[in-house]
């Protein structure tokens, strides 16, 4: 049993954590745009992309999401991975 604890934490850690930030970017993005915010721009190291959103004077907006949404994922799914082993020791 202890050999599927990690698989199960990482896959489930990182696809929450894909989907909770494409939520939370689209609610950013959509309330942003009729708020009046500002325009975001997210990155890893100034060239890969995690999020963009582009605000037009009309009042559309745009989302671009980067693949530095994925690697953040896989991040936090491997720190869920190896939390859940320090967690479970057995």
């Keep these: 049993m202890k ?3 990690p698989i199960v934490a990482f896959l489930s850690g990182t696809m929450l954590l894909f989907f909770l930030m494409l ?9 942003g745009s009729m708020q009046g915010w500002p325009p975001l721009n997210l990155s890893l190291f100034n060239e890969m992309t995690i999020f963009k959103s582009i605000v037009s004077e009309n009042g559309s907006f745009q989302l671009a999401f980067g693949p530095g949404i994925l690697l953040i994922s896989l991040a936090g799914g491997m720190l869920n991975a190896l939390l859940a ?3 479970n020791p057995k």
């Design 23 to 31: 939520i939370l970017f689209f609610i950013y993005g959509s309330i």
């Design 85 to 87: 082993l320090w967690l």
């Design 3 to 5: 050999k599927k604890v």
